[in-house]
């Protein structure tokens, strides 16, 4: 049987393909539900390394690209969109768009999407040569921005028959995670008033506008009753046209967050009550739409223990002189109580700290941290066992859905954040393929936790 070392040293040879793929995605940044060329452009790279790929049935940029035979299937998860107005020149410390306005990796889905397929040809090398049998599997995972892609791959049925999932996520540190990620609704909130001649006869109109802030004022009270973790948050784009007309259409768009689905579900539905409020008060009607919503992600600490040793075995970045040098220039753009915090959190807090987190966070430093966003991965750990980590790709400091990653994400140190991401996930994957106990101890764990955590996904209306 092959051995994990000649897998890892023949992944060397695989790393120009995988940084070629990471630039390509970057140099063309496409919003969620947009991603056609980074989609088609992973299927040929896969088509043309051997990998059998499949569409998901109404999901055009999601794929599934497999290599191998029977069980076990290791599923590894590729994202690739980016966001809007991210656009930065990659070489530039300070906020420099490469095209004014233009989507960018704001994320490092580049990367996200780069690492995974290196894992997948590393995996598939071994497959190929080591004398093990198995499947690989990438999944081409379109639409995370918009934090319901994977909930949708998951309705149509994208992952059956996959027996443990591999995921990873460029940030600023290197972290294995159990559990993460807050659970998230998306839900709308269209007000219908009348309209009248605001001076004329405003005693004839019914603002829908004011429903719309009464609601805000409810929700702002509401988030002292709700537990400390929750986040409730809201704009709204619709409002009237003239102060003259009183508003008889108002709308306002809000995300409930919080550690469990069960909790976001239970506060969605006080915040509905507030609309409902909201509309009595002000003699308006109101509807509601989700408009999508994810799961947090479900701990799974076999996963996380084998994730751990493969991120504590394998050799992490060495950055040179000029990476750290361009790492502490970008964070000279960051509020200096932003950088101690998150040096305080990883315990990189001393004066001779370089600029990027070196090593693994031990299992204490793992646990005090959080990450506070949401990711549609989590309705994919409701699936099947599944881990998580970051592997730093930036300065720490820097926060996602900024320009500083979209610059770190087309340039050294976030490769090599990337590089050293395919390995830990190539790594991982070997354990589960070659370890069958692994992966059994793995899904017993997913059995106990998913039979207390029922999969109970948002439904978009
Ligand atoms: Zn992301
Ligand atoms: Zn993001």
Not at 272 to 292: H, I, N, W
Not at 347 to 371: K, N
Not at 420 to 425: E, I, K, T, W
């Amino acid at each position: 049987m092959m051995s994990k070392q000649e897998m890892l040293s023949a992944m060397d040879q695989m790393d120009p393909e995988v940084l070629a793929v990471s630039r390509e995605l970057w140099n063309h940044p496409e919003t969620s539900g947009e991603e056609q060329y980074s989609a088609d452009f992973l299927r040929s790279v896969l088509r043309k390394n051997g990998f059998a790929v499949t569409d998901v049935p109404g999901m055009p940029h999601a794929f599934r690209a497999e290599y191998g035979t029977g069980a076990p299937v290791i599923g590894i998860l590729g994202e690739y969109d980016a966001l809007p107005g991210l656009s930065q020149d990659a070489s530039a410390t300070r906020h420099q768009p490469l095209r004014e306005g233009a989507p960018g990796h704001g994320c490092g889905h580049n990367l996200l999407g780069g690492a995974s397929l290196g894992a997948a040809l590393g995996l598939k090398y071994m497959l190929e040569h080591g004398g093990v049998s198995g499947t690989v599997r990438f999944y081409g995972c379109p639409g995370e921005e918009t934090l319901d892609g994977k909930t949708h791959m998951v309705a149509a049925h994208a992952f059956d028959g996959c027996d443990a999932a591999l995921s990873w996520h460029p940030m600023t540190s290197n972290t294995p995670y159990t559990g993460a990620y807050l659970a998230n609704a998306s839900v709308r909130f269209y007000f219908k008033g009348k309209t009248a001649h605001a001076s004329f006869s405003p005693h004839l109109g019914r603002s829908a506008l004011d429903a719309v802030e009464l609601m805000s004022v409810g929700a702002n009270y509401l988030r002292e009753h709700v537990i400390d973790k929750a986040r409730i948050h809201y704009t709204t784009d619709s409002g009237g046209f003239t102060p003259n007309i009183v508003p008889d259409r108002a709308e306002s768009w809000y995300y409930v967050r919080a550690p469990r689905i069960s909790d976001v579900y239970g506060i969605l539905d006080r915040l509905k009550d507030v609309a409902r409020g909201a509309a009595l008060m002000t003699g308006t009607t109101v509807e509601f739409k989700t408009v999508s919503g994810c799961c947090e992600m479900l701990p799974n600490r076999v996963m996380e223990k084998i994730t751990r040793n493969n991120m504590e075995t394998i050799p992490t970045p060495v950055y040179t002189e000029a990476e750290e040098r361009f790492a502490a220039e970008l964070l000279k753009n960051i509020p200096p109580e932003q950088l101690a915090r998150e040096r305080e959190t990883y315990g990189c807090d001393a004066d001779s700290a370089p600029a990027i987190f070196r090593g693994v966070s031990d299992y204490e430093t793992a646990r005090r941290a959080e990450l506070p966003g949401s990711s549609d991965s989590g309705d994919v750990s409701y699936n099947m066992p599944m881990s998580l980590f970051t592997a730093a790709c930036a300065p720490l400091g820097a926060t996602s859905h900024t320009w500083i990653i979209t610059a770190c994400a087309g340039s050294g140190i976030g490769e090599k954040g990337m590089l050293y991401a395919a390995r830990v996930l190539a790594g991982t994957g070997y354990d589960l393929l070659t370890d069958g106990a692994s992966l059994k101890a793995a899904q017993e764990e997913f059995r106990k936790v998913s039979a207390t955590h029922p999969y109970t996904p948002i439904q978009a209306d």
